[in-house]
């Protein structure tokens, strides 16, 4: 039987509660995740031997990025226990590795309490945190594409990344508010356990509307448990695991160039002040998730393919002209990083939908999540260090044409890929 049928009206709430208690967790994945980077600058001094604010905040940074060497890993164990026992058990999965991650941080102690054993309990903090979200993905993106409508799936999804940028400034307004009001010596030497203190507080609420999450109907359809669902995706469906690694290339590093690193790199390279760089950055992620569902319903009309293909070509030809209009103006920072982002909402909009139609029901999760976290470590994570690195060398024209070339990859995989919004996702 087809599944292109409607919901009923019974059917229609428990689908939105359903929705709605994924996506609340993906947005306290993400407030956990940007809560370390946004309030390392102001812990850094916490967890390691006296020495010059640098090196502490370097010290503070590389363990930041541990968490994306281990993302990879996160999205093979996660996505694999997600196909063998359910996908609200990989969602629970998650949330609850970034609320026992949050929860670590807050409680760490300091080293002048705890000597060397703080930062490795903040290294195993960030690990944790890091296999949470290697998995959040592909979790995330195999339960909202199986329990949405096929007929509305690109909306619902593109709720993703919605919820993604959410968790991004309901970090940053934290910060913003928490120095406003404590002021930054009191945010160092104890204000900032505060935003710890309450992402695991909201994670456990996440994991209890989680665990009442209602299992996709795909899922249940389906006889078979896959034993090794990764070995499997990777054998049976070569071509669909490119298209994953094809799709995300482009993707990762425009997101992580617009709407992670592009406010400091203003700052550091153009002089823009942080208060014009802080409320350019919240503007231009406001039309972000404003204009996602927007692009999410027209893809369920017109299908995925011209809108990865439109994010694509946008980004080929204009990553080096959008660097050239950047300035020491944060009007020029927020009309950059619009344009960036409504770029990328082409991708971001139906990248999760997109990625869950290439590969059955047995082994969807696990085909999107390796590829994807393994993508983004490399490409993504390394964006940010990348621009600073070489604008530092004093070659910095040279990654908009990175960024460029990056996004052309994506463009030729996304051409030469079949369409698939009319796949029934209930079949094996």
């Known amino acids: 039987m087809s599944n292109d049928a409607a919901p009923t009206q019974e059917q229609a709430p428990g689908i939105r509660r359903s929705v709605l208690a994924a996506l609340i967790g993906n947005v306290l994945e993400w407030y956990d995740w940007q809560a370390y980077a946004i309030f390392s600058v102001f812990f850094a001094g916490q967890f390691f031997a006296s020495g010059s604010g640098a090196s502490q905040l370097l010290a503070t940074l590389a363990i930041f990025a541990v968490g994306f060497f281990f993302r990879p890993l996160g999205g093979l164990l996660l996505a694999g226990f997600t196909d063998r026992v359910g996908r609200r058990g990989g969602l629970v999965a998650s949330v609850l590795l970034m609320a026992a991650g949050s929860l670590l941080i807050a409680v760490c102690p300091t080293y002048a309490q705890a000597g060397v054993f703080a930062p490795v309990l903040l290294l195993v903090a960030r690990i944790l945190q890091g296999l949470s979200t290697g998995g959040e993905f592909a979790a995330s993106a195999t339960y909202l594409s199986e329990i949405a409508p096929p007929h509305r799936r690109g909306f619902v999804t593109s709720f993703f990344y919605v919820s993604n940028v959410l968790g991004t400034l309901l970090a940053t307004v934290l910060g913003s508010v928490l120095v406003a009001t404590l002021g930054a010596t009191q945010v160092r030497e104890w204000g900032w356990r505060i935003a710890f203190v309450l992402g695991a507080l909201l994670a456990f609420v996440a994991l209890y509307l989680r665990a009442r999450l209602v299992e996709s109907a795909a899922f249940t359809a389906q006889g078979e448990r896959p034993q090794r669902p990764t070995l499997r995706a990777f054998r049976e469906h070569p071509k669909a695991v490119a298209r994953v ?50 692009l999410g319903a027209l893809s369920d009309r017109i299908g995925r393919r011209p809108l990865l293909i439109g994010f694509g070509l946008g980004f080929a030809l204009l990553s080096v002209p959008l660097f050239a209009l950047m300035s020491s103006s944060g009007w020029s920072l927020f009309l950059v990083m619009t344009i960036g982002l409504v770029l990328f909402a082409g991708y971001g909009a139906v990248a999760p939908v997109a990625m869950a139609e290439l ?13 994807y976290a393994l993508t983004v470590a490399v490409f993504g994570g390394t964006a940010p260090y990348l621009v600073t690195e070489l604008t530092q060398s004093g070659r910095g024209a040279i990654f908009p044409w990175y960024l460029a070339a990056t996004c052309l990859i994506t463009l030729v995989v996304c051409v030469f890929s079949r369409e698939t919004k009319s796949v029934d996702l209930t079949e094996a």
């Open 245 to 294: 690694v094809g799709f995300t290339i482009g993707g990762t590093v425009s997101y992580y160039t617009f709407a992670v690193y592009l406010p400091n790199f203003a700052q550091q390279a153009h002089g823009v002040s942080t208060s014009s760089a802080l409320w350019a950055s919240i503007a231009a992620q406001l039309i972000l998730i404003a204009i996602l569902p927007m």
């Open 359 to 371: 590969f059955p029901t047995a082994v969807r999760t696990s085909g999107i999540g390796l590829p």
